[in-house]
Each structure stands twice: as structure tokens, then as C-alpha cells.
């Protein structure tokens, strides 16, 4: 039996549970089935039988499918009528062109995030608030499907032995599904959706999530080289920011990207982006981030980027760093500066045995500033503090907090209002501004 076979005789199983006095329980997710399926996949039938393996361009397709559509239409026996004949034509198109029942969410540009939990649950994102959608999917296998268009051009696989699988969309949006026997309501989907056109640090300013000053700063900082972590917690902003950071780096750099799933989007010209590769069926064949880190110091790089360091990595890193490959930037999930530091520590011990000590000299002498990201709970992402890594003395990492932020009320319609200060402290390491040519009056 197969796994989709397995998976519709558990929920039937399931369907059929009755209460402690014997009453039936409904389905936790009932919903009303569309009366227009069968037509649906009449026309879907057609399409493939008359189309086949034709290439055309998408805007030809969509014409054909039209056509297909309408004349399917008119040949039921009970008339459609023209409110629903629109709305099946377009998602007709959605499942041929796009990903079936969320492209429409995917389309929609006010949704930040896409959360398909099995068939019959779809949440999206919007403006940091979740809200349950009226999409739905016929059945398992309609998700399978999506996910395997997703997952089957950037060469991935997902089934019963790899269960888990990252990719990405053309556009960049970072995509994680899981299927069973580990997703247990059936294959789920998580999207995050990028923006058409990347923000620029003027738009992190205007949101509120940094100060011009502090651009100005991280300006500097990019553009003397300094190597500079991001940190925060899931959905805080990280990968936006980097963008943004990434954006300082001269033209004339060569830059070399490194990813799970290539989402990072830098506007230079000479970037070259390495991407992760899993084992293949055999278990053979697998390309992690540390290789692509060690390799990268073979490619004469000006600056690498690391989208998120969370394992034995981060020791190839931090060596890059203190061996020339200045201006290096990355990613780190924490809940505080001193947290980013700890997890670093954790992460080298991961892939060496080093001793503790050691480690804190290295981390020290390669990172020169964290930016710490939050989600605050009115889901506004701020940059909440900015810290230079001063030093390492007496067993400890000394970090010298130049911004953070402060709360100051919570308004009426539930914002958050505060700003991000500058405290007293000056910079302490100013070689690198030195060497640069840029003069330090932050």
C-alpha cells in the first residue's frame, strides 16, 4: 500500500471515531465541498490530452487553457453560470501555470506567509497576523502534487525515506515541507514570501525597524569591512536585514553567497551563489554548508555571506574571518546578543574539539559587530540593539552596546512605541575604518 493509500485509509479510520456515549464526532475540519470538482477535472483531463507536453509560452497557455476551459463548460448539461465561470477558469490557470489552490496567496502582495497544515487548512499571513483562508485542496495527493512541482526543478526529492525537504520558489521564497508518516494530518507547507522588489535600507526606515544614523553606521561597517553577524529570532527580520546590508558592499567586490535555499537577493553584479545539495536516494552525494564555506576560500572571494550559520560550519567561518576574508556577513538564530555568542560557541563544538577557551579567542578576534533583531508583540520587527564584540579577557567576551532599544508605551490601536537610542559608548576597534579610508564620527 502506498503511502497516499495508507494515509486515506487512516483518515477514514479516523472519520469514523465515535464519542464516550456512542455519538458520532464530527471532522475537526469540516468544510463544503466544491460543486464544481468534477467539472475541474474534466477540463484539467482535457488539457492534458489535447495539450500534452506542448511548450508553450505561459501567456499561449493561458489562452489554450481558456479556450479548453470555456468549451468544456458549454458542453454541461446544466448551465454554469457566469459568476463561477471566471473563478474556474482562473484556477484552472493556477494549477496549470502555478501551484494550484495558493497562488492566488501567493500573488497576493500584502501575504508575507503561506501555511498549508494537510489539505483542508490554510493560513496566510498578513501585516504579522495569521488568518485562516477558505482554501482548500481535494486531498492529499493535490498537496503531494504541489509540493513535488515545487521540490522536482531544483533537482530535491521528498517521500517516505526524506520526509523533510527546503527548496525555493523562482522568486526567491524560502519553502519547507514535510510529509508522512512525520506530518501526521497530512503534507504541510510552509512559504515565506520575499518581496517583488527587495527593500532597500530606506524602507527599514521608514517601517521603524533602524534609525538613518544607524544605517549610516552599518554603512561603514560594511563598507570597512567589519564582520558583522545578525541575530534574532524566527521571522525578526534577519534575512531582510542582511539583504539590506549586503547592499553596502561595493560593485567591484566579488561576492560569494552561501545557502540552505538560496533566497538572498543582491543586486551586484559579480555574485556567485552556492547552495546546499542533499544525499541522494542511496544516501550518497550530500553538499553541506561547511563544504561550501571551506570551498569558497578556494574562489578568490572578496566577501562571503553565510545566510544562516546553525552548525559545524561556523568554526570554517569564524576562521575565514581571521584569515583575511574580511567583511564576511551571516545569521544566527538568538534571543539576545549574548545568546548569539553562546549559540557560536555551541555550534564550533558541534564540528571540533576545541577547547572553550579557544573558541571565545577566535569568536572574539573574528566578529566585530551584532545586529539583534526582534519581533516584538505587536509583530513590528525592530532592530532592538547593536553591539561591538570589544574583546576577550578574564574567560569572557566583552560586547559594547552601541544602540538599543526602549520601550516607551503601547498606543491605543496595541503599537508599540520606543526608539532605538544611542548610548554613550564609543567604538573601540577603529583599525578597520582606518584602513579603509573612512573616518569614524558615528
Partial sequence: MSLLERLESRKKNESAVTGKLGERVKPASSFRADPFQSLKSKIHKRIVGELGMADLERRQLEEAVTQIAEACMEEEPIPVPRTERGRIISEIIDEVTGYGPIQSLLKDESVSEVMVNGPNQVYAERKGKLVLTDIRFRDDAHVMHVIEKIVSPLGRR??????????????????????????????????????????????????????????????????????????????????????????????????????????????????????????????????????????????????????????????DMLQAMNTGHDGSLSTIHSNTTRDALARLETMVLCGAVIPIEAIRQQIASAIDIIIHLARLRDKSRRVVEIAEVEGYSEGVIKLNTLYTFEEERETQDKRIAGELKRTANSMQNLLKFKMAGIPYVF
Fill in 158 to 315: 521528498i517521500d517516505e525515506s526524506s520526509p523533510m525537504v527546503d527548496a525555493r520558489l523562482p522568486d526567491g521564497s524560502r519553502v519547507n515541507a514535510v510529509i508522512p508518516p512525520l506530518a501526521l494530518k497530512g503534507p504541510s507547507i510552509t512559504i515565506r514570501k520575499f518581496a517583488k522588489d527587495p527593500f532597500t535600507v530606506d524602507d527599514l526606515i521608514r517601517f521603524g525597524t533602524m534609525t538613518k544614523d544607524m544605517a549610516e553606521l552599518l554603512r561603514a561597517c560594511v563598507e570597512g569591512k567589519l564582520n558583522i553577524v545578525v541575530s534574532g529570532g524566527t521571522g525578526s527580520g534577519k534575512t531582510t536585514t542582511l539583504n539590506v546590508l549586503s547592499s553596502f558592499i561595493p560593485a567591484e567586490d566579488r561576492i560569494i553567497t552561501i545557502e540552505d535555499a538560496a533566497e538572498l537577493q543582491l543586486r551586484q553584479e559579480h555574485v556567485v551563489t552556492l547552495e546546499t545539495r542533499p544525499p541522494n536516494i542511496e544516501g550518497k552525494g550530500a553538499v553541506t554548508m561547511r563544504d561550501l564555506v571551506r570551498n569558497s576560500l578556494r574562489m578568490r572571494p572578496d566577501r562571503i555571506v553565510v545566510g544562516e550559520v546553525r552548525g559545524g560550519e561556523a568554526l
